[in-house]
């Protein structure tokens, strides 16, 4: 999971506002377009280290920079992706890495923009949230789909068959990518980023619940309203029934995690009586 530095978050802003005017008034159709032309940069930024040091060299002229990602691409993506790319290649980053990270994220964000313009935005979030708990939940599914060496198309394929025929073509755009781009580390970890980027679109935190038994409509409506109080800010629900839990609920937002399961509450106590 690659974070930005400072230099790199102020080249960031800029581009995303390049990317957010270009999308003003657009169709889904085309924010999904420009999101698949920016994912597919991106990877080939990862791929060839030349080009990724050149367009990221800040000592060489911002035109020239320019140019250069112009006329390596050519016609391969719309007037729109240069666009914002322009807004890339002439800034300064704080190392070619985060510039191609930024470039992810533009990516990541103009898809789901297409989502939010087409109403599906729920789904794609609901359905990334899903997909990340059934490959928590299969160790052997995990292990396949972080192997940097596996076939991209055929985890593709597989993820389409976990989580049904009619998922949502952002989705599978979001995970293709993602899994394009692999080269190892924690899957579980990014597929529940991109759901919490989902969220975070319609400026919601998520909440990521485990309890022993399902809870009713009622308590999921009380214990949302509950934590978007303490949080000041809209809180979707993530449920994950685990037997394992012994009473209460797991809840995790962000870093923090509240513990009010039974085995939380013991060891809580067992800390204080060691004192």
Do not use: C
């Not at 394992?244 to 060891?267: C, K, M, Q």
């Amino acid at each position: 999971m690659t974070t930005l530095n400072a230099a790199s978050r102020d080249a960031f802003a800029e581009a995303e506002r390049r990317l957010l005017a270009e999308l003003d008034g657009a169709t889904a159709e085309t924010a999904a377009g420009l999101g698949e032309d920016l994912s597919a940069v991106a990877r080939l930024l990862g791929r060839e280290s030349g080009l990724r040091r050149a367009i990221a060299d800040a000592s060489a002229e911002a035109a020239t920079r320019e140019g250069l990602i112009r006329a390596v691409l050519g016609e391969k993506v719309g007037e729109r992706a240069f666009v914002v790319l322009a807004a890339v290649v002439t800034a300064r980053w704080s190392s070619p890495r985060e510039l191609v990270h930024g470039i992810v994220l533009l990516g990541r964000t103009a898809l789901l923009i297409g989502a939010e313009k087409d109403t599906r935005l729920d789904a794609v979030e609901d359905e990334l949230f899903r997909l990340g708990r059934i490959v928590a939940n299969q160790p052997d599914l995990e292990r396949l789909l972080a192997d940097p060496a596996g076939n991209v198309g055929g985890k593709t394929t597989l993820v389409r068959g976990l989580l049904s025929d009619k998922v949502e073509p952002v989705t599978l755009s979001l995970v293709e990518d993602l899994l394009h781009r692999w080269r190892g580390g924690d899957v579980v970890a990014e597929i529940d980023e991109l759901a919490g980027a989902a969220a975070a679109r319609r400026e919601r935190s998520v909440a990521y619940v485990r309890t022993a038994i399902a809870l009713t409509e009622a308590q999921q409506t009380r214990l949302i309203a509950t934590l978007s109080r303490i949080y000041a800010r809209q809180v979707a629900l993530h449920l994950e029934v685990d037997p394992t839990v012994r009473g209460g609920l797991l809840i995790r937002i962000g870093d923090e995690v509240i513990d009010g399961t039974a085995t939380g509450r013991l060891a809580a106590l067992g800390r204080r009586l060691a004192g």
